[in-house]
């Protein structure tokens, strides 16, 4: 048995061979053979665990430009550590997509320079932080506002557009407005910073709900210490976690749904693609 690596290193992984059954020919001499449909077997891999991963969390693994998908057994995983796992086939069997993980995020809101400080997703987060933003937008299929859509694939990029020229047209009224109107310059730049926010706040709820990943811990002591519970329904109080970390942190947690929602290690990043990757990189879904 040979080992297997996320994307991010390569991945070996055993014979991947078709299996053909025949079935039983009909009684006769002149009865002709047929053939079943191939069926696909999935070997058994040893996976070189990412990061730390809790119990459930689902990933892919890439060999010859074919994507497998592994699970974390129910002990858990450490980073480093090597655990033995059987693959199934990657959603839709398409090498053009990629699945984002389930269960829990990809890494820590604090990895923002994971992959370097002049990195687009970083840059972006910073400097521009609606277009990042809007990147994130089109990988999820998202609306200008943050909301799923009935055509993603169409209207997801144009949400990218909204997001650029918001931000074109805010840097613009800087270079126009008079540097004496300092209330008014200050005024825009809150309103910028809140309408970011917002966007990412709602943006990681989002993310949160439709991939099942938990609030923090952290964020689960506090709510109990409050007493203002939760409501499993609409998501209740861990909508606290998403909106204040997207206000204090803004940046952190913009370039931790970038992450989870791409693989910059295989395919690097771009500032101005609609969905922050090179034209040859598959879609994650």
């Not at 069926?39 to 459930?56: F, H, K, N």
């Given at each position: 048995?040979?080992?297997a690596?996320?994307?991010?290193?390569?991945?070996?992984?055993?014979?991947?061979?078709?299996?053909f059954?025949?079935?039983?020919?009909?009684?006769?001499?002149?009865?002709?053979?047929s053939?079943?449909?191939?069926?696909?077997?999935?070997?058994?891999?040893?996976?070189v665990?990412?990061?730390?991963?809790s119990?459930?969390?689902?990933?892919?693994?890439?060999?010859?430009?074919?994507?497998?998908?592994?699970?974390?057994?129910?002990?858990?995983?450490?980073?480093g550590?090597?655990?033995?796992?059987?693959?199934?086939?990657a959603?839709?069997?398409?090498s053009?997509?990629l699945?984002?993980?389930v269960?829990?995020?990809?890494d820590?809101?604090?990895?923002?320079?994971?992959?370097?400080?002049?990195?687009?997703?970083?840059?972006?987060?910073?400097?521009?932080?609606?277009?990042?933003?809007?990147?994130?937008?089109?990988?999820?299929?998202?609306?200008w506002?943050?909301?799923?859509?009935?055509?993603?694939?169409?209207?997801s990029?144009?949400?990218?557009?909204?997001?650029?020229?918001?931000?074109?047209?805010?840097?613009c009224?800087?270079?126009?407005?008079?540097?004496?109107?300092?209330?008014?310059?200050?005024?825009?730049?809150?309103?910028?910073?809140?309408?970011?926010?917002y966007?990412?706040?709602?943006?990681?709820?989002?993310?949160?709900?439709?991939?099942?990943?938990?609030?923090?811990?952290a964020t689960?002591?506090?709510?109990?210490?409050?007493?203002?519970?939760?409501d499993?329904?609409?998501?209740?109080?861990d909508?606290?976690?998403?909106?204040?970390?997207?206000?204090?942190?803004?940046?952190?947690?913009i370039?931790?749904?970038?992450?989870?929602?791409?693989?910059?290690?295989?395919?690097?990043?771009?500032?101005?693609?609609?969905?922050?990757?090179p034209?040859?990189?598959?879609?994650?879904?």
């Amino acid at each position: 048995m040979e080992s297997a690596e996320p994307p991010s290193t390569s991945a070996l992984l055993e014979n991947d061979e078709l299996d053909f059954a025949p079935e039983s020919a009909a009684a006769g001499a002149d009865a002709p053979t047929s053939f079943a449909q191939p069926e696909r077997t999935y070997p058994i891999v040893e996976v070189v665990a990412p990061e730390t991963l809790s119990a459930g969390y689902t990933f892919d693994v890439e060999y010859n430009h074919e994507i497998f998908t592994v699970q974390v057994p129910p002990s858990g995983v450490f980073k480093g550590q090597t655990f033995t796992a059987q693959t199934k086939a990657a959603m839709k069997e398409s090498s053009h997509q990629l699945r984002i993980p389930v269960g829990g995020w990809k890494d820590s809101l604090f990895d923002f320079c994971k992959y370097g400080p002049f990195h687009p997703s970083l840059c972006l987060a910073v400097f521009c932080p609606l277009v990042a933003i809007g990147q994130i937008f089109t990988r999820l299929g998202l609306t200008w506002n943050a909301a799923p859509s009935e055509n993603p694939y169409n209207n997801s990029s144009t949400s990218f557009k909204i997001m650029v020229a918001i931000s074109f047209a805010y840097f613009c009224i800087f270079q126009i407005v008079n540097p004496a109107s300092f209330a008014l310059i200050h005024n825009l730049h809150i309103i910028h910073i809140l309408y970011a926010a917002y966007l990412a706040g709602k943006t990681r709820a989002y993310i949160r709900d439709r991939y099942d990943i938990p609030a923090s811990d952290a964020t689960k002591n506090a709510i109990s210490k409050c007493g203002c519970g939760r409501d499993d329904e609409n998501g209740g109080c861990d909508l606290v976690e998403d909106y204040v970390l997207a206000c204090v942190c803004g940046p952190c947690t913009i370039t931790q749904m970038a992450r989870h929602t791409a693989m910059y290690d295989t395919y690097g990043g771009s500032f101005m693609n609609s969905n922050g990757l090179p034209r040859h990189a598959p879609n994650m879904v």
